[in-house]
């Protein structure tokens, strides 16, 4: 992460989609992210990846040809942890992939049937791993009295698989505030707060900030709903239609690869 | 069904909680049953079990020791392919237990992974059948254009198992709906159309009728909605929380066994 000024333009980048795509970089991906580095714009990785934990990202960025320390990078188990420890919740619930774990440190997994009283209940993407015994364990960890907090670690409805849309978290956590009568605490895109702690990170302002995402909904509505400006890219899970959706990126380039072009021509 | 006249009291009656329960029935049913026939009242088992078919629940009275005609049951089934007819659909996606499908009658299959071409997209109640797989078509089947329609049998969120509370179909059909921006056409209850028809085939008044449930929210306060007086039994799903979320019933007893005594003082 770059020190940053008030007067400077930063950059908040997703990942999944406008980096890399089904495990390999978007062309031209790397190059616009090396001139980034070397003129310097503060920028921060902001993921809704509950896959892998964030050790695991760095050692992908790694083996994708480009560097990123670990600061650099905000995910949604991440703002979790942050936002029990502020709440003093100790024992939850965990729908993640077992990789990441770790990444909740100190907080106290309980299982994952409803047979241990919990404070919170976590969800993440756990892609195929979902079933029904997982779901309805969820919702009865919700039921218990007193009800644990439901907690998802973004609101990303779907992304575009190797074999096609695949679903991500969001109608995971619809269904058991649905079932349970209870809202989530989301943490992650679209979430207000985690941009608000990305742009803190950052020591940014709003009204100077730009993120560029795939995801007309979860990275550019959102973000502009804070007064962070969007770039849209054509990669990922972007389809023409989302254009017609009444959201307006301030921006819409091709791919990554356009950016540096485009930031030397509108934002120098 | 008994033939009826508009001044005579009717009843609609829930099945899974009210006459039975975890696959035996309910103390005292049978006799409140005779009962209704013997007085010759006016009544319809309306039911959102989707798990098996019409035929297979009438060997299943049988089995239970009390007789009733087809005629005598809605089902949410008998609902939606009422309602795909009149809306001139024929090829549609059914994740239904393979049992149910002859329900259907000449409504056709098509394949549940998204790579045929489909009209509607039929949610019901696949238990523990549910993973990731087959929800996960459903959605890519409700991203195809154009989108064909979600149908949900039934909106039940829960029901009360041998091992606990259960995911209903409502919970999948809220995660289909986020995912895939679409709102579902609810055949079965809650939806008031299912009672008009109900009320229909009775051939009664809303005014004279009653309905008698276990789910203050999908029998109960959905009844009254359609101004038919409700009445909440303390079986089935029934929790004692229930009789403070705003929701007045009619009338409350304790099982379906105290209706003939509760009717003579009341309704008589």
């Known amino acids: 992460m770059v020190e940053n000024s008030q007067t400077q333009n930063s ?25 980034l580095e070397r003129r310097q714009v503060p920028h921060l990785y902001v993921t809704n990846t509950t896959s892998r ?9 790694d083996k994708l040809g480009f560097d990123a320390a670990a600061g650099e990078i905000m995910t949604p188990i991440i703002a979790a942890r ?22 909740f440190g100190d907080i106290e997994p309980v299982a994952l049937d ?3 009283p919990a404070d919170a209940v976590i969800v993440g993407d756990l892609g195929e791993a979902w079933d029904f015994s997982l779901l309805n364990g969820a919702f009865r960890l919700l039921m218990q009295e007193p009800a644990p907090r439901l907690i998802a670690l973004g609101m990303t409805r779907y992304w575009h698989g190797a074999n096609g849309l695949q679903l991500d978290v969001a109608p995971f956590v619809k269904a058991l505030e649905h079932a349970a009568s209870c809202e989530a605490v989301v943490v992650g895109k679209p979430a207000p707060a985690f941009f608000e702690s990305a742009l803190v990170k950052l020591g940014c302002a709003a ?50 690869a356009d950016l540096p072009d485009w930031w030397l021509k509108n934002l120098s």
């Open 11 to 35: 950059l908040l980048i997703d990942l999944d989609g406008v980096v890399y795509q089904e495990g390999n970089l978007i062309a031209g991906a790397s190059e616009a992210l090396d001139w």
């Open 114 to 116: 409803g047979t241990e």
């Open 82 to 103: 942050e936002w029990l420890a502020e709440q003093g919740l100790r024992r939850a619930a965990m729908f993640v992939p077992p990789a990441t774990l770790r990444d």
């Open 207 to 256: 009204e100077k900030a730009l993120m560029i995402g795939d995801d007309i909904v979860g990275d550019i509505d959102a973000a502009q709903r804070c007064g962070i400006r969007g770039i849209q890219v054509r990669t990922g899970k972007f389809r023409e239609p989302d254009l017609v959706r009444g959201i307006e990126p301030f921006a819409l380039l091709d791919s990554l």
């Open 53 to 61: 934990p964030r050790d695991s990202l760095l050692q992908k960025f």
